[in-house]
C-alpha cells in the first residue's frame, strides 16, 4: 500500500513540473526589454520649443530671485556679525 502512495505522489509531482512554462533565455530577455524600451520612447512627447524658452526663462528668473535673496540675507548676517564683534571686543 505504502509503495502505491510512494508512486502516485511521484506522479503528482511529474505533473506539476510538467506545467511550469519554461523561463526565456538571457538574451531572449534582453531583446524583449529593447522592444519594450523603443515601443515607451515612441509615446514621448517632447515640449515646443516655445514651451521650452518658457520654463528655461522661469529657471532663470527663480534662480537670480533667490540668489538676490541670499545675497541680502548675506549683507545682513554681515552687517550683524560685525556689529556684534566691535560691541564685544
Known sequence: MAKKEQT????????????KEKKPGFFSRIG?????????CKKIVWPTRKQTTKNTAIVIATILVIG????????IFNLGITT???VVA
Open 8 to 19: 502516485a505522489s511521484t506522479n503528482d509531482k511529474k505533473q506539476k513540473n510538467s506545467g
Open 32 to 40: 524583449k526589454w529593447f522592444r519594450d524600451l523603443k515601443s515607451e
Open 68 to 75: 538676490v535673496f541670499i545675497w541680502i540675507l548675506d549683507a
Open 84 to 86: 556684534l564683534i566691535q
